[in-house]
C-alpha cells in the first residue's frame, strides 16, 4: 500500500511504501475510495499543539471510505464488498490519521465497531465528507447547541462543516439561519443554500439576538466575536480548532448570562442521520475534488483559502501502480 505520511510539524507529508495490512480480529481491511481534507490537517501540518493527538510517524486522514476487502476473526456484520464509513471519534476511540494509519493510504486497518453501511445512492465520496464535516456539524448544531424551529441560529465559516450545518438546519425547519464567512465565494455558497443574511464578521449580526451561534472555524478572534454577538442567555458552540487559543470578554460573558459550549466530533448514529438527509435528497454537499497524488497541494489550498465546500480525495484504485 501507498500512503502520504506525516512525520513531524513543519515537515511535507512523504509518500511512502508499506506492507498491506492484515485483518486482526474485529478489525476489518477497506481499500480506500476517498477521504476528506479538513483544516484540522492543515494544523498538524503548521501547529506543534497538535502533536499530542497523533502517534507519528503516522499516515493522515480522517475522513475516510471505502470498500471492505478482508474480515477479521469475529466480524460478522460486515462482508468482503460493503461499502462503508469509518467514524473517527467511533466506540473504539481511536481515530483514523491520529491512532493508527488512515485514509491518505490506499489501504485502512480498521476496528469494525467504528464502521458505517453507505446506503446504495450515495456516492464514496460523498460517504467520506460526511464522516467528519457531515456528522460533526450535525452533533455540534442538533446534540450541543440544541437547535429547534423557532430559535435564531448564526453560523461562523461556510465551509465544508458550515455548508453540511446550514442544509441540515434548513431541512430540520429552521427559518432563520445566518452566515458569517470572510471569503466572498463562502458568502456566495452560503446564500445559494438559503441563509436569511450573509455577513463577512459575526458582530454585523450583534442586532439580530441570536439564540444559537456555531464557530466553525475558531480562527482569530471569532469565539470572542461570537459571544460578544449571540443574545442574552445564548449559547456559542466551538467547534473549529483554527486556532488554539481564545479571548473572552469576560465582562460581556458574564452579564450575559451565556454559554459557551465545546463540541468534538460525533457518533455512528449521526452519520447514519447525515447519510439519511443526503439519500432523500434533503442535504447535498459542494465537494472540491482532487487525486490521491494531489493531496499535499490540497492542503495547501485550504491553507491558503481557496477551497469552497469540502475538498475529497477520490481514488481510482491506480494508486499503487
Known sequence: MKGWQFVKTHEPLE???KEDPVAQEGYVV????????CHSDVGVLEDEGWMSLLNPPIIMGHEC?????????GVTDFQVGD?????????????????YDGGFGTKIHVPASDLVPVP???EIKEAASATDAGMTSYHAIFTRGKAKPGMKIGLVGIGGLGQFGLQALKAAGVEEVYAADVSPAARELAANLGATEVVENIKE??????????????IG???KDSLETVGFGGTVVLVGMGSLEAQVNVTDFITGSKFLVASNGSTKEDIAAIYELMATGKLTPKLDEITFDEIPEGIERLK???????LVAVYTGEEEN
Not at 205 to 218: H, M, N, R, S
Not at 304 to 310: D, F, H, K, N, Y
Request: hydrophobic share 40%.
Open 30 to 37: 477497506l481499500e480506500t475510495g476517498a477521504i476528506g481534507l
Open 15 to 17: 509518500l511512502v511504501t
Open 65 to 73: 471510505a471505502g470498500t471492505v476487502i478482508e474480515l477479521g476473526a
Open 83 to 99: 461499502r462503508v464509513a469509518i467514524c473517527p471519534t467511533g466506540p473504539s476511540g481511536m481515530a483514523p490519521g491520529y491512532a
Open 120 to 122: 446504495d445512492n450515495i
Open 205 to 218: 449580526l450583534k442586532d439580530k439576538e441570536l439564540d444559537l451561534i456555531v464557530d466553525f472555524a475558531g
Open 304 to 310: 491558503r483559502g481557496e477551497v469552497q465546500g469540502r
Open 221 to 223: 478572534t471569532t469565539v
